[in-house]
Structures are given as C-alpha cells and as structure tokens.
C-alpha cells in the first residue's frame, strides 16, 4: 500500500471538512505479486471453510502461506490433514479435502454373532465393537464344516441400524 492506511475528516468553522490525507494506492502491491511467487486461492470444501495466515491478494496468497481447512457443524473432515502450506508457487496438497457428513451414532450395529461352527466376515472394520450402517458382511465356515443349503456369494447381512438386516440364513454343518 502506498500512503496512509486511514484518513480523519477535519472540520473548522472556516474552512470546508476534508479528509486529513489522500487514499492510499495500490499499485505497488499488484505490481510486486506479479513478480513473486505466489499460489492461487485454494478451493473450499463443501461443508466446509479454509482459513490462511496472511491476507489474500487479488485471490492469491504469497509463498509460505499456511491455511487450515474446518468442517460445519455436522460434518468432518474425510482426511486427516487439515493444514497445506503454498510452497514454490504451488499448494502442498495431494488430494482434495472434502467434509463429510457425520454418521449417527445410534445407527450403527453391534459386532455380528457367529454362526455355530463359522464366522462372521465384515467388509468394514469395527469401532469399538460398533459397525457403520450399510456394513456389508458374509458367513464362512469353520474346516471340517459346510453350508448347509444354497449359499451364493452374496452378502448375507447388512447394517441397517442399529439391527443387522439378515438376506440369507447360513447354516455350517
């Protein structure tokens, strides 16, 4: 910025009021970010809000810039880093952050009880002996066992929570 940041309106009986100095110009600055290395505004999520360091100027930040991306109420980040730093004219950042929306607690299904002689097989791993909703899983046999009926390759439960919703009964005899 060239010249004064602010400006106070002054006022005598005599004279008109006028400002105290002239606005400040610009110029320099434009001129200065088209020679230096800087990186463009980086996208926001949807769901969500960046938040920089420095100031952007004319939608770009300088070089070394460091912002943190945040989610809205409700929502959280899909990976977990949520800070990228303009380097050599370019954001750190491999993939896109998007902010998903937070899964329901209270629909999720508990672990799945085995089958006498099997097991349980579930696509998703479990939190804490809780599994998402829509948590695929399949039964298997132990050796020395077999289904007993028509058995496809299908999945035969999925989490409809918080109760598993069973598609096919399995049976290892």
């Not at 770009?60 to 050599?88: Q, W």
């Not at 066992?145 to 999925?158: A, F, N, T």
């Amino acid at each position: 910025m060239v010249g004064n940041s602010s400006a106070t309106c002054k006022k005598n009986d005599v004279e008109k009021p006028r400002w105290t100095s002239e606005p400040p110009l610009c110029i320099a600055i434009r001129r200065a970010l088209s020679i230096q290395p800087h990186c463009q505004y980086p996208e926001s999520p949807n769901h969500g809000q960046i938040h920089c360091d420095q100031r952007a100027i004319e939608d770009a930040y300088p070089v070394g810039t460091i912002c943190r991306y945040s989610c809205s109420a409700g929502y959280h980040m899909s990976k977990e880093d949520s800070v990228i730093i303009c380097r050599r004219s370019r954001w750190n950042i491999t993939k896109s952050v998007d902010c998903k929306k937070t899964k329901d607690r209270s629909r999720q299904c508990s672990t799945p009880i085995d089958p006498p002689n099997g097991q349980t097989f579930c696509r998703r791993r479990s939190t804490a002996g809780k599994y998402p909703q829509g948590t695929i899983c399949w039964y298997f046999c132990n050796p020395g066992y077999e289904v007993s009926g028509p058995l496809s390759r299908k999945p035969v439960m999925v989490c409809q929570g918080p109760e598993w919703e069973v598609l096919e009964n399995v049976i290892c005899a």
